[in-house]
């Protein structure tokens, strides 16, 4: 069994910063790629940054520059660090880790930017 927490959403003015956080726990194996997705009220699920274990690092084109992911391999946690933070940014964001080549999901936490 493995459980995902993500903490660090909320409510920003646009320009500002968040940081998420995502701490991975229980039957952990082969922990892989570790990453961010979004998905914003009435548009799908979409990918916002992943870090592979060997430290391989993808951003969608849309917070290239803004947003930095990283991970603590040692604690099996993943971060997002957010800034510049745009209204387009709102959205639900979720923690996804690929673990013996299973996908687990977080419950996913708010981030609301206005304007």
């Known amino acids: 069994q493995v459980n995902l927490v993500e903490s660090g959403g909320g409510l920003v003015q646009a320009g500002g910063s968040l940081r998420l956080s995502c701490a991975a726990s229980?039957?952990?194996?082969?922990?892989?790629?570790m990453g961010w997705y979004r998905q914003a009220p009435g548009k799908q699920r979409e990918m916002v940054a992943t870090?592979?274990?060997?430290?391989?690092?993808n951003y969608a084109p849309s917070v290239k520059g803004r947003f930095t992911i990283s991970r603590d391999n040692t604690r099996n946690k993943v971060y997002l660090q957010m800034n510049s933070l745009k209204p387009e940014d709102t959205a639900v964001y979720y923690c996804?880790?690929?673990?013996?080549?299973?996908?687990?999901w977080g419950q996913g936490t708010q981030v609301t930017v206005s304007s």
């Open positions: 229980g039957s952990i194996f082969s922990l892989n790629y």
């Open positions: 996804k880790i690929q673990a013996s080549v299973t996908d687990y």
């Open positions: 870090i592979t274990s060997d430290g391989t690092i």
